[in-house]
């Protein structure tokens, strides 16, 4: 059973494309997590969101919005690609005080 | 603001090597602490985590021990093997702010030899 699950796990397209990341968890966590992970390995988170609120929201530009349709979901939508944007999406999710994440495998983003 | 600072690698030992890869924190609370594993092509797991002062994490012949006094999490593993190859990232939560999101280190890539 997979815990965090992703689609797609690679994604490539051009500048100016909309594009569209879906998270899943199956765990019952409350709270849903996207970071970004550049080309030299650092993490940074994007969003959180708690019970369907969006809780942390950090400098990102408008042109991603997360949506969460239901606690289980969390989906990443993004306009007007850019080239700067290439990276690894990784969703996770947690639920406990010592906040253990789970981290789905991450979608590599490549925008040509 | 909270941050996590990780001894740049590459680290490359040989096989049965003793490993230490160094984290130093700054948090305004009292953070949660993790060591999470990144092996190649695949997403992050927990390798071993804290939550708090003096407390040891352990899993897979790693250790880490959380040492308020000087604000570190060192993973240490007593001999390692070609399978550890991997991304290491010391991270922590900061429950005092209520945040819970990860601040991640720099991440530390391991290599090692047979």
């Known amino acids: 059973d997979t815990a965090v699950s992703q689609t797609p796990k690679y994604l490539v397209t051009q500048m100016g494309n909309d594009k569209s990341i879906k998270c899943e968890q199956n765990?019952?966590?409350?709270?849903m997590y996207w970071y970004k992970q550049d080309s030299k390995k650092f993490l940074k988170i994007m969003f959180s969101y708690n019970n369907k609120e969006l809780i942390i929201n950090e400098t990102v530009p408008n042109r991603f919005s997360p949506k969460s349709p239901d606690k289980a979901h969390l989906n990443l939508h993004i306009n007007s690609l850019e080239l700067g944007d290439s990276a690894v999406y990784f969703c996770?999710?947690?639920?406990?005080?010592?906040?253990?994440?789970?981290f789905g495998p991450g979608t590599r983003l490549t925008v040509l | 603001g909270d941050s996590v600072t990780q001894m740049e690698g590459p680290v490359t030992l040989s096989e049965e090597a003793f490993l230490t890869i160094n984290c130093t924190y700054t948090?305004?609370?009292?953070?949660?602490l993790f060591w999470y594993v990144q092996y190649p092509g695949e997403g992050l797991q927990l390798l071993l985590k804290a939550t708090k002062a003096d407390d040891k994490g352990s899993n897979k012949g790693f250790e880490a021990t959380y040492r308020k006094e000087t604000t570190s999490f060192h993973l240490e593993k007593g001999s390692v093997q070609v399978s550890d190859s991997a991304v290491y990232f010391c991270a922590l939560s900061d429950r005092n702010t209520g945040r819970r999101a990860l601040t991640f280190g720099s991440g530390t890539r391991l290599q090692v030899q047979p």
């Open positions: 948090a305004t609370g009292y953070p949660s």
């Open positions: 765990l019952g966590h409350d709270t």
């Open positions: 996770a999710s947690s639920q406990d005080v010592s906040n253990e994440q789970f």
